[in-house]
Every structure is written in C-alpha cells, then in structure tokens.
C-alpha cells in the first residue's frame, strides 16, 4: 500500500484534453491565457431588489453537468470579456462570442464590409 495518494488528473494533465479558446479577437488560445468569470446565463436583479434577489443572484449557481454558457476574459491577451459555450463534462467548446453586444455587433458589421469589398474586387 502506498502513503502517497494518487494524482488527481485534471483537464490540462495532456494536450488532447487541453482547453482550447478561439478568442474572437486573437484567435484560437490556451485556456490558461483566460481567467473564467461567472455563469453567463445569470440574470442579475434590479438595484433595488430585495436582497434575497441579490443572494439568489450573486450566490446560488447550478452545477450543470453539461452544456452552459460561461463568461471569460482574456487577461493574457486582448483582455477583452467574452461568453463561451462550454460542456463541462467534456470540456468541448460549441461556440464563442463577445460579452458586449455592441462590440459584437461591430465585429459582424465589419465582416459585412469585407464581404462587400471582396464582391467588389472579386470579377
Ligand atoms: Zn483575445
């Protein structure tokens, strides 16, 4: 028997479970570039709710066993917040998008322009 206790595994322990981000910005990354920020799905009350609203808010969180939307920044790169799609049996990323709508909507609007100009370059 051994004193030692068994290595806990965890999901960077080889590269073909590493996390992989695609930041919308900067491209595909390293997780450890990123720092998680909350559970993206979460509502958060008026200021002046009750503060059993706040708690519930704040506090209480699901421990979803599957797919759900997460909040990250890229603290290691364009430090921008953005909401990944994650499963967290799996660790596989569905889809990735800027935190701020208006951010992407630029981001798409800009793409938009690009398609025009290549359409117009393009005989
Ligand atoms: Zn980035």
Redesign the pocket.
């Known amino acids: 028997m051994s004193a030692v206790p068994a290595r806990i595994r965890n999901c960077t322990d080889d590269i073909g479970t590493m996390i992989r981000i695609p930041?919308p910005?900067?491209g595909v990354?390293d997780h450890s570039e990123f720092v998680y920020g909350s559970d993206a799905s979460v509502e958060y009350p008026a200021l002046d709710a009750p503060a059993e609203a706040w708690l519930e808010a704040v506090f209480q969180r699901e421990n979803i066993d599957g797919v759900q939307f997460e909040t990250w920044q890229?603290l290691h790169?364009?430090r921008?917040w953005i909401v990944v799609e994650r499963d967290t049996t799996t660790h596989e990323i569905h889809s990735v998008r800027p935190a701020h709508r208006g951010i992407e909507q630029a981001l798409e609007d800009e793409e938009k322009v690009r398609e025009l100009s290549r359409q117009r370059d393009d005989p």
Do not use: Q, S, T, V
Request: charged residues 10%.
């Open positions: 930041c910005f900067c990354r890229h790169g364009c921008m």
